[in-house]
């Protein structure tokens, strides 16, 4: 009884820590925020992704992330994919947004790198040259084979984090590692709770993405409990935790190939 009652004291600590870290941050970035809501929110270049003109003969893949809108930014994040094929001087971007109707997933929905209604991005991956131009063609059949194309929850999912983890195992090659805070990226079928993590390259058991367990080389070990994620990265050392999504060392992933 005591054990029990120490591990549930410690979690719930956690928690709060977490919370708290998630509300200092949102603060932080909000201190100079001018705009009144949604419809006036910031949504131009984050001055990030490369100028596709200037890298015309080069194929680029980027995953970027940013708080939600909103009160939800405090507790999970927005993910899309932009990518280029050699010779094309513009970004082609995909997303899944929960407010686009039956179509949940959206095709230049919004800029490349663009702030998601005021939030900074952040870059997950960066592939340039050989390995982005023959990962293109895997992204886009991903894309087409989601299986949650006219089907959106907020929590525990089907949403934009499941959609991501839906192209992470199918394009291994992405080395795609979605944060903690990424949730609904562990969100299984019920007819489907065993089979490889969000990255591609591990393995995951997953009840609706309620509850489960994610073992992987990007990922480390990271436990699902009700939506929430705990976890250890051993790849880029870092703790793996709700809300704030890991603290520790630099994850992007970034590779250029010739």
């Given at each position: 009884?005591?054990?029990?009652?120490?591990?549930?004291?410690?979690?719930?600590?956690?928690?709060?820590?977490?919370?708290?870290?998630?509300?200092?941050?949102?603060?932080?970035?909000?201190?100079?925020?001018?705009?009144?809501?949604?419809?006036?929110?910031?949504?131009?270049?984050?001055?990030?992704?490369?100028?596709?003109?200037?890298?015309?003969?080069?194929?680029?893949?980027?995953?970027?992330?940013?708080?939600?809108?909103?009160?939800?930014?405090?507790?999970?994040?927005?993910?899309?994919?932009?990518?280029?094929?050699?010779?094309?001087?513009?970004?082609?971007?995909?997303?899944?947004?929960?407010?686009?109707?039956?179509?949940?997933?959206?095709?230049?929905?919004?800029?490349?790198?663009?702030?998601?209604?005021?939030?900074?991005?952040?870059?997950?991956?960066?592939?340039?040259?050989?390995?982005?131009?023959?990962?293109?063609?895997?992204?886009?059949?991903a894309i087409a084979s989601y299986p949650f194309a006219h089907t959106y929850r907020a929590?525990?999912?089907?949403?934009?984090?499941?959609?991501?983890?839906?192209?992470?195992?199918?394009?291994?090659?992405?080395?795609?590692?979605?944060?903690?805070?990424?949730?609904?990226?562990?969100?299984?079928?019920?007819?489907?709770?065993?089979?490889?993590?969000?990255?591609?390259?591990?393995?995951?058991?997953?009840?609706?993405?309620?509850?489960?367990?994610?073992?992987?080389?990007?990922?480390g070990i990271e436990i699902n409990f009700m939506g929430l994620n705990f976890g250890l990265?051993?790849?880029?050392?870092?703790?793996?935790?709700?809300?704030?999504?890991?603290?520790?060392?630099?994850?992007?992933?970034?590779?250029?190939?010739?």
């Amino acid at each position: 009884m005591k054990f029990r009652n120490f591990v549930s004291s410690s979690l719930l600590l956690v928690l709060v820590l977490c919370f708290g870290l998630s509300i200092a941050k949102a603060a932080s970035a909000e201190k100079h925020a001018a705009w009144q809501g949604w419809f006036d929110a910031p949504r131009h270049s984050a001055g990030i992704a490369p100028d596709p003109a200037k890298l015309a003969d080069t194929a680029i893949v980027q995953v970027y992330i940013a708080p939600t809108y909103g009160w939800r930014g405090l507790v999970a994040v927005h993910p899309w994919i932009i990518f280029k094929k050699p010779g094309e001087t513009a970004y082609t971007r995909y997303d899944v947004i929960g407010w686009a109707g039956d179509e949940v997933v959206q095709r230049n929905y919004a800029i490349a790198d663009g702030l998601w209604y005021g939030a900074q991005p952040k870059l997950l991956v960066d592939h340039r040259g050989a390995v982005a131009a023959t990962m293109i063609s895997e992204i886009e059949a991903a894309i087409a084979s989601y299986p949650f194309a006219h089907t959106y929850r907020a929590y525990p999912g089907p949403n934009s984090n499941t959609f991501m983890a839906h192209i992470g195992r199918e394009v291994p090659a992405l080395k795609l590692d979605l944060p903690a805070n990424a949730v609904g990226k562990d969100y299984r079928s019920i007819g489907n709770p065993i089979g490889l993590s969000s990255s591609g390259r591990g393995i995951q058991a997953s009840l609706l993405g309620m509850g489960g367990i994610s073992i992987g080389l990007e990922e480390g070990i990271e436990i699902n409990f009700m939506g929430l994620n705990f976890g250890l990265d051993l790849n880029s050392p870092g703790l793996r935790l709700p809300f704030i999504g890991r603290i520790g060392m630099d994850d992007t992933t970034q590779e250029t190939h010739p």
